[in-house]
């Protein structure tokens, strides 16, 4: 086995097209946070990244994009704003631990890889599964909603007609290239979660999102759709689009208006406009939020781990995360 480590800007037309070839051998690895566009995009902002390129006997069999750290330990390319990631290969067998050891890293931790990886099961963390929820619109919207707890169908109806006798018809913009959109879509959220505020103190974060907003690729295009009333702004949704799919990343509303459901109304609003561009999903990532598991219809399974290039330090390290995980369950218990 030979790898090469290389910056993502260094990688020529035959392995972006080799790159783009191994994509296709699963719809999960479709997704656009594992394409080489996003891994560019990243590559532009930050200079740490990097792209490992495995070759057994003159052939690529796969790459791992990764960002480097001080301490010689890889993160997800473009992280925290990664939502899935993995090699991106051939199907051929090998060993990860030796194409960590080769790159020079000390270990490479992941938060969301495809289950279907097989050759990173055993990296895995201990209980670390996470479905990704997916709403699905292979049927069509219609008989997606049809098809959801009346609940939801009830609510969703009665949310917009109050909405729209308080503040006026509502409408949704599905693309908008306005970086001042975007900008306030990141207040909301910044608003709400400390995660973002963290997010946004990396400058880097946001050339990331505003370049992915103006980009027309077909395997990754950031596409931010906007919910309206009359020209009032209410909500946001920042996806990433792959070809016939959708991938949720950002969603916030104005929270003077909460008591309108506005994150579940513009989601099914996305969804619907979704469905009449040929869009046959809209993959809303992985956790346990409770909007996730009642709008999704379909779900794929992810996992954390962490692959160590010393046996000896991934036993060490395992070890602790089990005695901290056993103290947990028994002071809880």
């Known amino acids: 086995m030979r790898v090469t480590v290389i910056r993502p800007g260094d990688l020529g037309p035959s392995e972006a097209a080799l790159w783009a070839q191994f994509q296709q051998l699963s719809p ?47 993160m997800p390319i473009g992280w925290p704003l ?18 960590v050891r080769a790159a020079s890293l000390r270990g490479w931790r992941f938060n969301a890889v495809p289950a279907e990886q097989r050759l990173l099961t055993p990296y895995h963390y201990r209980d670390a599964a996470v479905l990704c929820q997916v709403i699905d619109l292979s049927g069509g919207y219609a008989s997606y909603l049809q098809n959801r707890p009346r609940s939801i169908r009830r609510e ?63 395997e990754c295009s950031g596409v931010l759709s906007l919910l309206f009333a009359g020209n009032r702004m209410l909500a946001a949704d920042y996806k990433l689009q792959s070809n016939s799919t ?17 994150g579940t109304m513009i989601l099914l609003a996305v969804a619907e406009a979704a469905d009449r561009g040929c869009v046959d999903g809209l993959d809303l990532g992985p956790g346990q ?5 009642r709008l999704g219809n379909r779900t794929y399974p992810v996992n954390g781990g962490v692959v160590w290039s010393c046996r000896l330090e991934g036993m060490v390290r395992a070890g602790y995360r089990w005695l901290v995980h056993e103290r947990s369950a028994h002071s809880t218990g």
């Open 28 to 74: 999960v690895m479709l997704n656009p946070f594992l394409s080489l566009t996003y891994v560019q995009v990243v590559g532009r902002a930050r200079s740490n990244a990097r792209i490992a390129v495995v070759e057994e006997n003159g052939q690529i069999q796969a790459f791992l994009p990764y960002e480097l750290t001080p301490r010689r330990i890889a």
């Open 82 to 99: 990664n939502n899935l990631q993995g090699f991106i290969a051939s199907g051929v067998s090998f060993d990860p631990r030796s194409v």
């Open 156 to 218: 969703a109806g009665r949310t917009r007609r109050a909405a729209e006798r308080a503040i006026g018809p509502l409408s949704l913009e599905w693309r908008s290239r306005n970086p001042e959109h975007l900008r306030r879509l990141m207040e909301w959220k910044s608003a709400k979660y400390e995660g973002t505020q963290r997010l946004l103190a990396d400058p880097t974060s946001m050339r990331i999102l505003e370049e992915l907003m103006v980009t027309d690729n077909p």
């Open 246 to 262: 959708c991938y949720g990343w950002f969603t916030g509303y104005d929270s003077t208006l909460s008591h309108y459901a506005l």
């Open 289 to 293: 939020d409770n909007y996730k598991r």
